[in-house]
Nanobody
Framework: QVQLVESGGGLVQAGGSLGLSCAAS????????MGWYRQAPGKQRELVAA???????NYADSVKGRFTISRDNAKNTVYLQMNSLKPEDTAVYYC???????????????WGQGTQVTVSS
């Protein structure tokens, strides 16, 4: 069984910073891409940032230059550093990882439980 556990998030004023982390654990054979998504009330879940196992990154246009995604492969952990936060960044943030486990012989998507980020104006 594989689990993703998120930490971080909270309430911050506009212009402030927050950091999120997400640790994967369980019967993991290999972690491929990892990423962060977010979902604001009444909106669809959207990709915020992603990082490949080799470290190649991809960002939504709305967060480029403000957010940084990184990962520590030794710790099976992905991070999201969010700077210059705006009220429109308010959402529930979800960690995602594409994992091949020892139990299932192919890649599956796994999700964290979600963490609230609220940016006040």
């Amino acid at each position: 069984q594989v689990q993703l556990v998120e930490s971080g998030g909270g309430l911050v004023q506009a212009g402030g910073s927050l950091g999120l982390s997400c640790a994967a654990s369980g019967t993991i054979f290999r972690i491929n891409a990892m990423g962060w998504y977010r979902q604001a009330p009444g909106k669809q879940r959207e990709l915020v940032a992603a990082i490949s196992s080799a470290g190649t990154t991809n960002y939504a246009d709305s967060v480029k230059g403000r957010f940084t995604i990184s990962r520590d492969n030794a710790k099976n952990t992905v991070y999201l550093q969010m700077n210059s936060l705006k009220p429109e960044d308010t959402a529930v943030y979800y960690c995602n990882a594409r994992i091949v486990s020892y139990v299932l012989p192919r890649e599956y998507d796994y999700w964290g439980q979600g963490t609230q980020v609220t940016v006040s104006s």
